[in-house]
Structure formats: structure tokens, C-alpha cells
């Protein structure tokens, strides 16, 4: 079974600091991956896609992710963090042979001013 | 705005009661999906539903269904409710071909 892990459950970054949020997942093959980002009391948002061509890939609002296989990870950065990226951020995977997503538990992030 | 909408947007209701949420996918999008968002279970996938059919099923319990109308909405019916089931349901619909799904805002459900 595919399995998505987010290794912090809470991330707190200064404005205009960097930030990494940290995601592996469990897979045989090749996957999608994708990052979803939850305001509160908002839906899921799109932040961005992996579908097996460039393996540096760039979202909305100045994230991306690097797949790396060997590693089995798909980590977001954004070079300089916002106030308005305060939010949940999930990493979902779905397996080629499968329909279903599959969701981390998400990664709470913080924005200090 | 993903262009899935969702309605209701809250609904409170009693244990034992039964719900229906609706959801109007993208246009043009002919898969709906609903999920299910608990503070202890997190994101989980209940049902698929592709041109009015069902595709895949995940986490549903028996006491839940799902259709898919031929104007392509579709409604998640939730009956003999118990206060486990007080969480987000989620829908999302995504266009044949492309993985990525669109999520509307969700419906917050309360039972008490």
C-alpha cells in the first residue's frame, strides 16, 4: 500500500526566511505526487505537480519540489516565506496503477512576522 | 476559486438523522470525488464516481453512498449518523486524462 509521510507536523519560519517542508512517500513505481495547501476554513488548493517529467518542479506563489527517487522524497521550499503562507500543506501521492490520492497528514505552517 | 462548489456550506444535525451534500464539479470535468477530513483520521478518500459511474472506493462506510447525477453533480448521502461522523467532506473533480483533482470549499457536518 502507498503510504505518504510528512516528517514535521508543525513548521515555524520568520518572514523572509526560507522554507522546507518535508515529504517521502512509500511506492513501487513511479508516482504522481502533487502538494495541496489548506487555508483555514478554505478548501485545497493546488500548489503544484509531479508527473514523471522535470524533476525540479514550480508551482503558484513562488514553491517548488525536487523528486528525487533514490531518496523517495518531494520536498517543498520557497525561497522566502510570506505571511499569507501560513497554512496546512499536504503532500499526496497517486500510484500509476491506482485512482486514488493519498494524503500525508499535513504540515502546519507557521509565519512570524 | 476552483470551481467546484459545495453546498451546504455547515449543516448541524442529531445522531441518527440522515444528510445529503452536493457538489458541482468543474465544467467539463467528468470525475467527482469525496473525501472525508477528521481531525484523527486526517484526508481520507471515500468514493469516485466518473460519468455517473462508480470508479473507486475508499474508506466509506456502508451507512454512506454516493451518485452521480447525468448533469454530472453528485450527492453524498450520509445515514444513521453518529457523532464520528461531525467532520469536513471534502469533493474534488478532475478532467479525463489529468491526475491532478480541484477541491471545492467543503461542507463542515456537526452531529450532536
Known amino acids: 500500500a502507498q503510504s505518504v509521510t510528512q516528517l514535521d507536523s508543525h513548521v515555524s519560519v520568520s518572514e523572509g526566511t526560507p522554507v522546507l517542508l518535508r515529504c517521502n512517500y512509500s511506492?513501487?513505481?513511479?508516482?504522481?505526487l502533487f502538494w495541496y495547501v489548506q487555508h483555514p476554513n478554505k478548501g485545497l488548493q493546488l500548489l503544484l505537480k509531479?508527473?514523471?517529467?522535470?524533476?525540479l518542479v514550480k508551482g503558484i506563489n513562488g514553491f517548488e519540489a525536487e523528486f528525487k527517487k533514490s531518496e523517495t522524497s518531494f520536498h517543498l521550499t520557497k525561497p522566502s516565506a510570506h505571511m499569507s503562507d501560513a497554512a496546512e500543506y499536504f503532500c499526496?501521492?497517486?500510484?500509476?496503477?491506482?485512482?486514488?490520492?493519498?494524503f500525508g497528514p499535513g504540515t502546519r505552517l507557521s509565519v512570524l512576522p | 476559486d476552483s470551481g467546484v462548489t459545495q453546498t451546504p456550506k455547515h449543516l448541524i444535525t442529531a445522531t441518527g438523522q440522515r444528510v445529503t451534500l452536493r457538489c458541482s464539479p468543474r465544467?467539463?470535468?467528468?470525475?467527482v470525488y469525496w473525501y472525508q477530513q477528521s481531525l484523527d483520521q486526517g484526508l481520507q478518500f471515500l468514493i469516485q464516481y466518473y460519468n455517473g459511474e462508480e470508479r473507486a472506493k475508499g474508506n466509506i462506510l456502508e451507512r454512506f453512498s454516493a451518485q452521480q447525477f447525468p448533469d454530472l453533480h453528485s450527492e453524498l448521502n450520509l445515514s444513521s449518523l453518529e457523532l464520528g461522523d461531525s467532520a469536513l467532506y471534502f469533493c474534488?473533480?478532475?478532467?479525463?486524462?489529468?491526475?491532478?483533482?480541484?477541491f471545492g470549499p467543503g461542507t463542515r457536518l456537526t452531529v450532536t
Open positions: 511506492s513501487s513505481y513511479s508516482p504522481s
Open positions: 499526496v501521492v497517486k500510484p500509476n496503477y491506482g485512482q486514488n490520492f493519498v
Open positions: 474534488a473533480s478532475s478532467v479525463e486524462g489529468k491526475y491532478e483533482q480541484y
Open positions: 465544467s467539463g470535468d467528468l470525475s
Open positions: 509531479y508527473t514523471s517529467a522535470a524533476t
